[in-house]
């Protein structure tokens, strides 16, 4: 692949560089006061005060780093990994911890990484566009989060934190222009419709022709078409009362994104080969494929002050229909042997959630905490097929396997802050799970041929039913203390939790009756929170380490399936470090820098000697830097800013083979801006992956053909964006 190496210290000391220019700018930013507000245990707190691991992206910061998806952020967080089979649905990885797609897309699987919009679960099909969020705040939260969030947060949580409705009547607009035919509009507005209530709204368009080009059909694909809209209403009655709805509902309907086949032309003489043209932004797919996907969220939430504390209710329905058709293995020509593998299928998911936490402080402040009941109702129907279309007759045809699953969670929780003596904190939390997941499996062949398309395992297939209950306890303990005004030092033992499943393309009746069990994660941390010289310089450091069990394993099996069981045990450790420096009065310089040694301690499948191999999508190194410089023109202000990022290599499969490599890469992003004056409108110059670079986003490989088939992150992009607010 064409990836521009560099040794990280050459990344490092180019990134280093740019930032001594006279002009940058950076991606921590913070208000003036210098302080973030998250809610990373779900009570307000500033970032320095919150002895978690936490790294959060203020509003400012997601328009100034042009950050559009969570790939992005992905790329400035330490310890975050994101990779995704297709642009819709991304698998994360978080300290080594994270779901293959084949369990977390299944109908009977989970994620390891977990995302929250506005407390609400978005369990599967992704998320709508960040633009039309109006957001306030990201916030994404590393290590097991087995007590205060939902389920299934075993290796940590992204959440996406809208402003609320307020009494200020404002309104946003913002047009792009980019290549590849980029346009993007978003308009959101708030107003206060009486003294008591208030609305917010928003819409976000955004289109551009495909990355890559289609030489068969002659079509661009991989492109976007991508509609969000959303409403959110606030009603304040009382000085004790706070009802806000909301409601948002996205909409992307654009052409697939085949796979580039990078075959092996020393193989077989070439003959897999033929009419693949090899340039890896040119795929010779015989159809383009398509992605289709609806979500639509409705949610209410009722804050009421108490007495003794806080009572919060968070109602949620949240519904996703995702469509998709990939081909995989394909060649414009056809010779023998050659193989076209297409992969199509249909999800409807409804989920319904309700939260309940009490919020309190008693003893005059010195104990505080929360504690609540949340419940999940999930139901999935998802049919997946695919058309294998092989020169060998017997293997060739269509296999169609339904999958319908319900699932269902309840949960208690409680955790508890109780200040020893001044300064020094002890904090005891936990969670107690009980789940339950049912559902029925079918596998058919779906043509009149003979042959018997992988994976199903005989002619006459299979329709099963099967159910399976867990529980789980979940505690967390904590200690820290507040050295000075500026210093808290903390450390915390947790456990985290990822329910057990049903692999939806199975083989066999056997295998799709036969659920895995979950996934267990002690994690074990101290870490530092600084401020240093008049708090124009912020240090934090994390250390940590995790005893991993019973980690569910997707296994390829050519020609066969995809197989999910229990089958392993990791080790994992680590540091991680984040900074901000502001030297002088409009420059910033912030980054982080992330190391991890995440292996498996044991791995039990027969024939696959795997102890030792590195977990995958963890890289050992990775580092981000950036810097802005703000000056005054005149009545006007200009801000450059530049970020810069490098990944070490990591690998998309636990087998750690040379074809399933996630190479090393870098990422380097510019904008540069000019603003009126209070900000009232905005000309910004900007782009993303200057250097180009090539990054494959998965990884599939297929032996007995020697064909790599590789999707690939966005190439070089850049635009103007054009804003004004009222």
């Given at each position: 692949?064409?990836?521009?190496?560099?040794?990280?210290?050459?990344?490092?000391?180019?990134?280093?560089?740019?930032?001594?220019?006279?002009?940058?700018?950076?991606?921590?930013?913070?208000?003036?006061?210098?302080?973030?507000?998250?809610?990373?245990?779900?009570?307000?707190?500033?970032?320095?005060?919150?002895?978690?691991?936490?790294?959060?992206?203020?509003?400012?910061?997601?328009?100034?780093?042009?950050?559009?998806?969570?790939?992005?952020?992905?790329?400035?967080?330490?310890?975050?990994?994101?990779?995704?089979?297709?642009?819709?649905?991304?698998?994360?990885?978080?300290?080594?911890?994270?779901?293959?797609?084949?369990?977390?897309?299944?109908?009977?699987?989970?994620?390891?990484?977990?995302?929250?919009?506005?407390?609400?679960?978005?369990?599967?099909?992704?998320?709508?566009?960040?633009?039309?969020?109006?957001?306030?705040?990201?916030?994404?939260?590393?290590?097991?989060?087995?007590?205060?969030?939902?389920?299934?947060?075993?290796?940590?949580?992204?959440?996406?934190?809208?402003?609320?409705?307020?009494?200020?009547?404002?309104?946003?607009?913002?047009?792009?222009?980019?290549?590849?035919?980029?346009?993007?509009?978003?308009?959101?507005?708030?107003?206060?419709?009486?003294?008591?209530?208030?609305?917010?709204?928003?819409?976000?368009?955004?289109?551009?022709?495909?990355?890559?080009?289609?030489?068969?059909?002659?079509?661009?694909?991989?492109?976007?078409?991508?509609?969000?809209?959303?409403?959110?209403?606030?009603?304040?009655?009382?000085?004790?009362?706070?009802?806000?709805?909301?409601?948002?509902?996205?909409?992307?309907?654009?052409?697939?994104?085949?796979?580039?086949?990078?075959?092996?032309?020393?193989?077989?003489?070439?003959?897999?080969?033929?009419?693949?043209?090899?340039?890896?932004?040119?795929?010779?797919?015989?159809?383009?494929?398509?992605?289709?996907?609806?979500?639509?969220?409705?949610?209410?939430?009722?804050?009421?002050?108490?007495?003794?504390?806080?009572?919060?209710?968070?109602?949620?329905?949240?519904?996703?229909?995702?469509?998709?058709?990939?081909?995989?293995?394909?060649?414009?020509?056809?010779?023998?042997?050659?193989?076209?593998?297409?992969?199509?299928?249909?999800?409807?998911?409804?989920?319904?959630?309700?939260?309940?936490?009490?919020?309190?402080?008693?003893?005059?402040?010195?104990?505080?905490?929360?504690?609540?009941?949340?419940?999940?109702?999930?139901?999935?129907?998802?049919?997946?097929?695919?058309?294998?279309?092989?020169?060998?007759?017997?293997?060739?045809?269509?296999?169609?396997?339904?999958?319908?699953?319900?699932?269902?969670?309840?949960?208690?929780?409680?955790?508890?802050?109780?200040?020893?003596?001044?300064?020094?904190?002890?904090?005891?939390?936990?969670?107690?799970?009980?789940?339950?997941?049912?559902?029925?499996?079918?596998?058919?062949?779906?043509?009149?041929?003979?042959?018997?398309?992988?994976?199903?395992g005989t002619l006459a297939g299979y329709d099963v039913t099967a159910s399976k209950k867990w529980k789980a306890f979940t505690p967390r303990f904590a200690l820290n203390w507040k050295a000075t005004d500026d210093v808290l030092?903390?450390?915390?033992?947790?456990?985290?939790?990822?329910?057990?499943?049903?692999?939806?393309?199975?083989?066999?009746?056997?295998?799709?009756?036969?659920?895995?069990?979950?996934?267990?994660?002690?994690?074990?941390?101290?870490?530092?929170?600084?401020?240093?010289?008049?708090?124009?310089?912020?240090?934090?450091?994390?250390?940590?380490?995790?005893?991993?069990?019973?980690?569910?394993?997707?296994?390829?099996?050519?020609?066969?399936?995809?197989?999910?069981?229990?089958?392993?045990?990791?080790?994992?450790?680590?540091?991680?470090?984040?900074?901000?420096?502001?030297?002088?009065?409009?420059?910033?310089?912030?980054?982080?820098?992330?190391?991890?040694?995440?292996?498996?301690?044991?791995?039990?499948?027969?024939?696959?000697?795997?102890?030792?191999n590195r977990l995958p999508r963890s890289p050992k190194n990775k580092f981000n830097i950036g810097g802005q410089y703000e000056v005054p023109v005149g009545e006007l202000s200009a801000k450059l800013r530049v970020d810069y990022?490098?990944?070490?290599?990591?690998?998309?499969?636990?087998?750690?083979?040379?074809?399933?490599?996630?190479?090393?890469?870098?990422?380097?992003?510019?904008?540069?801006?000019?603003?009126?004056?209070?900000?009232?409108?905005?000309l910004s110059l900007w782009g993303k992956n200057l250097t180009d670079e090539l990054v494959p986003t998965y990884v599939t490989y297929f032996g007995p053909y020697r064909q790599i088939l590789t999707p690939y992150a966005p190439?070089?992009?850049?635009?103007?964006?054009?804003?004004?607010?009222?």
């Open positions: 692949m064409a990836n521009k190496r560099l040794n990280p210290s050459s990344r490092l000391l180019a990134g280093v560089a740019l930032l001594t220019m006279p002009a940058i700018a950076t991606a921590q930013e913070a208000p003036a006061d210098g302080d973030i507000i998250v809610t990373a245990q779900r009570q307000e707190q500033k970032l320095q005060d919150v002895p978690v691991s936490v790294t959060a992206f203020g509003a400012e910061q997601l328009r100034e780093n042009n950050i559009e998806t969570v790939a992005d952020i992905a790329l400035r967080t330490p310890g975050l990994a994101a990779s995704s089979v297709d642009p819709i649905n991304t698998n994360f990885a978080m300290r080594g911890i994270g779901s293959a797609p084949g369990i977390s897309q299944n109908a009977g699987g989970d994620p390891s990484v977990v995302v929250f919009v506005d407390g609400v679960y978005a369990g599967r099909g992704g998320t709508p566009d960040l633009d039309a969020l109006d957001l306030e705040r990201v916030e994404v939260l590393r290590g097991p989060q087995g007590t205060l969030f939902g389920k299934n947060a075993i290796g940590g949580l992204i959440q996406f934190v809208s402003r609320k409705p307020s009494a200020d009547n404002s309104f946003y607009f913002e047009g792009t222009y980019g290549n590849y035919d980029r346009v993007g509009v978003v308009a959101r507005g708030n107003m206060a419709l009486t003294d008591k209530i208030y609305l917010s709204a928003g819409l976000s368009h955004k289109q551009r022709d495909g990355f890559e080009f289609n030489e068969t059909t002659g079509n661009d694909v991989n492109d976007l078409n991508l509609t969000t809209g959303r409403v959110a209403l606030r009603f304040v009655p009382t000085d004790t009362l706070d009802i806000v709805l909301r409601a948002d509902v996205s909409r992307q309907d654009q052409k697939g994104n085949p796979r580039h086949n990078n075959c092996d032309t020393s193989f077989n003489g070439g003959v897999h080969c033929v009419g693949i043209n090899p340039d890896p932004r040119v795929v010779n797919a015989y159809i383009d494929g398509e992605i289709k996907r609806t979500i639509q969220s409705y949610s209410a939430e009722i804050n009421l002050e108490l007495p003794f504390g806080t009572l919060t209710s968070l109602t949620a329905l949240r519904k996703v229909d995702f469509q998709f058709e990939t081909p995989f293995f394909s060649n414009r020509v056809n010779p023998p042997n050659q193989i076209e593998s297409t992969d199509f299928g249909d999800e409807d998911n409804k989920q319904f959630s309700q939260e309940l936490r009490l919020a309190f402080d008693a003893f005059d402040g010195r104990l505080n905490g929360q504690t609540g009941l949340y419940y999940l109702k999930e139901d999935t129907d998802r049919v997946q097929g695919q058309i294998q279309d092989f020169a060998t007759p017997a293997i060739t045809g269509i296999g169609i396997f339904p999958q319908s699953v319900n699932a269902r969670s309840f949960a208690i929780f409680g955790q508890f802050d109780y200040e020893i003596v001044p300064s020094l904190t002890a904090t005891v939390g936990a969670r107690m799970t009980w789940e339950r997941k049912s559902g029925r499996f079918a596998g058919y062949k779906g043509d009149a041929g003979p042959g018997l398309p992988p994976p199903l030092l903390y450390a915390s033992v947790a456990r985290g939790y990822k329910s057990g499943g049903f692999q939806g393309l199975s083989g066999t009746a056997a295998g799709a009756s036969t659920p895995y069990d979950p996934e267990f994660a002690w994690g074990y941390e101290v870490g530092a929170k600084t401020e240093w010289l008049d708090r124009k310089l912020r240090l934090n450091i994390a250390l940590f380490k995790t005893d991993y069990s019973d980690l569910q394993v997707s296994q390829l099996v050519p020609l066969c399936c995809v197989v999910v069981s229990n089958a392993a045990k990791a080790k994992i450790k680590g540091a991680e470090v984040e900074f901000l420096a502001r030297p002088f009065e409009g420059f910033q310089i912030d980054g982080s820098y992330a190391w991890l040694d995440a292996k498996f301690s044991e791995y039990s499948i027969p024939g696959q000697a795997y102890s030792g990022s490098w990944v070490d290599d990591a690998f998309f499969e636990a087998s750690n083979i040379p074809q399933q490599l996630w190479p090393s890469h870098d990422n380097l992003d510019a904008r540069l801006s000019i603003a009126g004056p209070d900000e009232r409108w905005e190439p070089r992009t850049y635009g103007v964006t054009l804003a004004f607010k009222i």
